[in-house]
């Protein structure tokens, strides 16, 4: 597992939801004021790239990857 921890943006979605690249099944959300969230299932030792999208009300997306 691991724990993701963002940099909230300074207009504040209303959600935040993490994946991983290549198997979206793998996830979490984070509701504001919250900033982080565990992700279960992942491999000990292989490398992955996650990605966060923001939401708002209207349903405005913005992406971020990490590695």
Known sequence: ???VTITPLAETPDSYTVFVVGDP???CEITPPETSCVIDGLTNGTDYTFSVTATNAAGLR???RQR
């Open 1 to 3: 597992q691991v724990t």
């Open 25 to 27: 099944s793998k996830s």
């Open 62 to 64: 913005l992406n971020d």
